[in-house]
């Protein structure tokens, strides 16, 4: 993992309807969050239903991880690492 991606999360299962504001606005609580990235389909630009979540400091990871997450009544997961889900 890169220095820059320390901070990193990946966010699965999210609404279609979910806005990287959302995002940052849910995981405020557990650190400073610097940027949030929805991907999106190349040919469609429709959401995919996941997205990463960028904290200033990497201690936000294991408060992240020791939480449930409900964005717009929708539980999502975030993973210890990619290869869990």
């Not at 200033?56 to 294991?62: C, G, M, T, V």
Request: one cysteine or more.
């Amino acid at each position: 993992m890169e220095d820059c991606d320390q901070g990193k999360i990946f966010v699965g299962g999210i609404s279609w309807e979910t806005t990287e504001d959302m995002l940052k606005d849910h995981f405020r609580s557990y650190g400073n969050v610097v940027g949030s990235v929805i991907a999106k389909d190349r040919m469609t630009g429709n959401p995919r239903g996941f997205a990463f979540v960028s904290f200033s400091d990497a201690s936000a990871l294991n408060k992240v991880l020791a939480d449930t997450h409900t964005i717009l009544g929708r539980m999502s997961f975030v993973p210890r690492t990619l290869f869990d889900f």
